[in-house]
């Protein structure tokens, strides 16, 4: 049941994609079309964790080499 509300979901947007891409151009429409599908899908816990990890590891290690350079 899960599976069909999805599917039905997606197809919708796949049919928008005419109207994404004629009101806001080629790049910026087909870049709200991704973001409009990946919002139906969902996100997946394990790669929302993994980016959180990357980013705070991200910052800690931006945040050290600032902290050298302003000394």
């Known amino acids: 049941m899960a599976?069909?509300?999805k599917t039905?979901?997606?197809s919708k947007?796949?049919?928008l994609n005419g109207d994404f891409r004629r009101n806001y151009g080629p790049l910026?429409?087909?870049f709200l079309y991704l973001r409009s599908?990946?919002?139906a899908r969902g996100r997946s816990w394990f790669w929302a964790g993994l980016?959180?990890?990357?980013?705070s590891a991200a910052l800690g290690w931006v945040?050290?080499?600032?902290?050298s350079l302003v000394r």
């Open 3 to 5: 599976d069909e509300v």
């Open 28 to 30: 910026l429409g087909a």
């Open 51 to 55: 980016y959180s990890l990357l980013g």
């Open 8 to 10: 039905s979901e997606l």
């Open 63 to 67: 945040s050290q080499h600032i902290s």
């Open 13 to 15: 947007i796949a049919r």
């Open 37 to 39: 599908i990946s919002a």
